[in-house]
């Protein structure tokens, strides 16, 4: 059976995992332009997804459809493609590939305009390697027990936090001479995700650290929570990684705003994160959503307000509010900005100390 990959830049991540996961069960996903073969595989996250739905509906093959898009909403995808995975894909989509090849029928996990079984499993991420000859980054962790209501991780990977080996993991980043990793929350690897286990950090980063080589931790795309930022943890980053820049989230300057999302965190754990990366000379680099549905004018002013302060020590970046699917929040309105905010805001961009954008989110600016 002749099997492609409709490469995608945007989730080039996705290929070189799923490259892998194929190939092991001898299967190659050549990547091509446009669907071509037996069979074409795509993965659409919710902003490109509208880009690729027609060439997928007039394709002149067999089609299969994953990704955080199509893993949010199905049902619907099965009126696109032949075939739907839903969630996690290094086992399902092999296994889908088989039953076609060989006439089997379909794995849990796989959606038709026919019908939908759940999958059964989670990926244990030591069964499948983060990449072969296509690279990807290395990723490290998988899952989050945060539900956070605009966010599709916890809702496509599960609340579980499941973590690679540290000898896959060192084994993979000599490949690399800037080894970079993924997962929703570096500080918590080894852990179930809310207490946290420096010990397996400390361990993980020790085997990381050869000569030669670079590791960032805690900085794109391997991100940490604010309240996650403690002295211990900056003794880690700053004796074993390359980084002088840690990356996390804040989102709203408003405790109500945060509570209402269910982040976990407050205002004052992230002025705390700030203050703690100043004293160990990092560069915070902290992320804010703009627009979140529900606030008032206190909150955005409130948020404007911690905006200017982080950026007069830091960097931020600004993220408009998107109502994605599959999420609590899917289907909400992003708020508008209150005219001194958005002119607060432009002149912090202008200055270059903010990037980001809060105009159309298919835009962004750097
Ligand atoms: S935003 Fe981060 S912490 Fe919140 S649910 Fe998503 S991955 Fe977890």
Redesign the pocket.
């Known amino acids: 059976m002749d099997v492609h990959w409709r490469y995608i830049s945007a989730s080039r991540n996705s290929y070189a995992a799923l490259y892998a996961a194929c190939e092991q069960e001898g299967y190659i996903l050549d990547p091509v332009k446009s669907p071509i073969g037996d069979v074409t595989c795509y993965s659409l996250n919710s902003l490109n997804a509208l880009q690729y739905l027609q060439e997928i509906r007039d394709a002149p093959c067999t089609t299969i459809l994953g990704g955080p898009h199509a893993s949010a909403c199905p049902g619907e995808m099965a009126n696109v493609a032949d075939y739907v995975v839903v969630g996690e894909g290094e086992h399902i989509l092999p296994s889908l590939l088989r039953a076609l090849d060989e006439n089997l029928s379909l794995p849990p996990g796989v959606a038709t305009r026919i019908g939908y079984t759940p999958p059964d499993t989670c990926v244990r991420l030591d069964a499948y390697p983060c990449f072969s000859k296509m690279k990807g980054y290395i990723e490290i962790s998988r899952g989050?027990?945060?539900?956070?209501t605009?966010?599709?991780?916890?809702r496509m990977c599960g609340t579980r936090m499941r973590h690679r080996g540290i000898e896959a993991i060192t084994r993979f980043a000599r490949r690399f001479r800037d080894a970079r990793f993924v997962t929703?929350?570096a500080l918590a690897y080894g852990s179930d995700?809310i207490n946290p286990r420096l010990e397996k950090v400390r361990a993980l980063l020790s085997s990381l650290h050869h000569e030669g080589q670079c590791v960032y931790f805690g900085t794109f795309p391997s991100?940490v929570?604010p309240e996650w930022v403690t002295q211990e943890a900056l003794d880690l980053i700053t004796t074993y990684c390359d980084n002088t820049r840690l990356h996390f989230?804040a989102?709203s300057g408003s405790n109500r705003i945060l509570a209402s999302?269910?982040?976990?965190h407050t205002v004052e754990h992230v002025i705390h994160a700030v203050e703690l990366c100043r004293e160990y000379g990092m560069t915070p680099v902290v992320d804010f959503i703009v627009g979140i549905p529900g606030e008032n004018d206190e909150d955005q002013r409130m948020t404007a307000r911690l905006v200017e302060w982080i950026s007069s020590c830091g960097m931020v970046h600004l993220h408009r509010f998107i109502p994605l699917p599959g999420t609590p929040l899917e289907g909400s309105f992003p708020r508008t900005l209150l005219p001194d905010v958005e002119r607060l805001l432009g002149s912090l961009a202008l200055s270059g100390r903010v990037t980001g954008s809060w105009g159309d989110p298919t835009r962004r600016f750097f």
């Open positions: 989050c027990p945060f539900g956070c605009y966010c599709q991780t916890p929703p929350n995700g991100e929570r989230g989102q999302l269910r982040r976990g």
